[in-house]
Every structure is written in structure tokens, then in C-alpha cells.
């Protein structure tokens, strides 16, 4: 199946300080990306719709000025959580939809391999 | 998305199937069951999809009723690598929404 990379796979920063994560789609090309948060213990939550070359769609309760999505091409989306704090601790995982490829609801979508955020 | 009711957890012994039930009973005529899993602290692995079709692929079957209110997930010969939280994900949009999911312990 289709590979999506992320990147970093584990983050430890101070608190104030921002990180990027990065998600690559390997082997195709993602017109869509999608962003979730995890919790322990808790499932996943959608945090943000990216599509290329245009602006993110962010789901309610999620700051986007916090969380900054950039999607500038079709194979890299990026994930910058801004002036982090311990409560922004939590794992992310990307998601990419496959340009070109089936349309609508037939269609896998592939996750990369998440990060673990740990702010001290 | 149509919201989906699974059991929290269940256990499996070791080479046999585990069958992971899962009830939407409000899906709606175009609207797909998708499964996952994830195992812990990585990302979800995609296992199968289907629609209305009893769906199989070389990781599991897919049993759809023919309501399309429920399903149940098989993994013919379950491996202690099986566990893992499974998700059933009845999905309607571009995204998937994921509910609680089924804690799977498969043991020796």
C-alpha cells in the first residue's frame, strides 16, 4: 500500500519553543492531508484539513494560529505547533488522500507513523 | 459521519479467529465501513473496507448484514501481533472520524 513518512517520530522541547512535524506521502501524491491529535488512552481527533495550495480547514476548538498548517506541495504537509506548552503533550499523526486516484468514499486513506510531543 | 458502537475490549486466544462486532445502525446508503487498527503508539494501519459486499483481502473478511446496520471484522488466525485497538469507521465525508474502538488482546 501507500507509504505516508513522519517526521519526527519522537519531539522533546521546552515550553515557549515551536516544532514542526513533517508528512510525506512517498509513493503518490496527496491532495489531501489530514491532521489528528491523540490523547492517552483516547482515540483520534481530527484537528485540521489541509489541501495544497490553499489554506487548512481547522475543526472547531483547534487554534489555528497555535497550529499552523502548511501544504505546499502535493507530497509534504507540515504540522508547526507554536510556543508550545505541556499541555500541547500529545501524539500527532498526518493522513493523506491520494490525488487522481478513486474519488469519493471508496478510497483508503494511509497514516503516517505519528509523533509523540512531549513540552517540558 | 454515521456514529458506530463497539465493545471496548475483547480477548482472543492465539490462533483463533477473533471476530470484532461492530453496530451503525444509522448508515446511510452511500456511506462505507471502513476498519483500522492501530497499534500502540503508532499510526492506524488500514485492514479493509466495504460497502454492502462480504469483502475479504489477504488481512481479514469483512461481514456486512444485509441491513447494512452492522459488521463484524474476522481475523482468521490471530497472532499475539494482532493486538491492538481495532477502529470500525462508517465514513461519509473526505475524512475518517474515529470512535473508541475495540481493545483486542490476543493471548498465547
Known amino acids: 500500500g501507500a507509504v505516508v513518512s513522519q517526521h519526527p517520530s519522537r519531539v522533546i522541547c521546552k515550553s515557549g519553543t515551536s516544532v514542526k512535524i513533517e508528512c510525506r506521502s512517498l509513493d503518490f501524491q496527496a491532495t489531501t492531508m489530514f491532521w489528528y491529535r491523540q490523547f492517552p488512552k483516547q482515540s483520534l481527533m481530527l484537528m485540521a484539513t489541509?489541501?495544497?495550495?490553499?489554506?487548512?480547514?481547522?475543526e472547531q476548538g483547534v487554534e489555528k494560529d497555535k497550529f499552523l498548517i502548511n501544504h505546499a506541495s502535493l507530497t509534504l504537509s507540515t504540522l508547526t505547533v507554536t510556543s508550545a506548552h505541556p499541555e500541547d503533550s500529545s501524539f500527532y499523526i498526518c493522513?493523506?488522500?491520494?490525488?487522481?486516484?478513486?474519488?469519493?468514499?471508496?478510497?483508503?486513506?494511509?497514516f503516517g507513523s505519528g509523533t509523540q510531543l512531549s513540552v517540558l | 459521519d454515521a456514529k458506530t458502537t463497539q465493545p471496548t475490549s475483547m480477548d482472543c486466544a492465539e490462533g483463533r479467529a477473533a471476530n470484532l462486532p461492530c453496530n451503525h445502525s444509522t448508515i446511510s446508503g452511500n456511506e462505507y465501513v471502513y476498519w483500522y487498527r492501530q497499534i500502540h503508539s503508532q499510526g492506524p494501519q488500514y485492514i479493509i473496507h466495504?460497502?454492502?459486499n462480504n469483502e475479504t483481502n489477504e488481512m481479514a473478511s469483512l461481514i456486512i448484514t444485509e441491513d447494512r446496520k452492522s459488521s463484524t471484522l474476522i481475523l482468521p488466525h490471530a497472532t499475539l501481533r494482532d493486538t491492538a485497538v481495532y477502529y470500525c469507521?462508517?465514513?461519509?465525508?473526505?475524512?475518517?472520524?474515529f470512535g473508541g474502538g475495540t481493545r483486542l488482546m490476543v493471548k498465547p
Open positions: 493522513s493523506a488522500r491520494a490525488a487522481g486516484g478513486r474519488q469519493g468514499l471508496d478510497e483508503k486513506l494511509f
Open positions: 466495504g460497502l454492502k
Open positions: 469507521i462508517v465514513r461519509a465525508g473526505n475524512m475518517l472520524t
Open positions: 489541509s489541501n495544497e495550495g490553499s489554506k487548512a480547514t481547522y
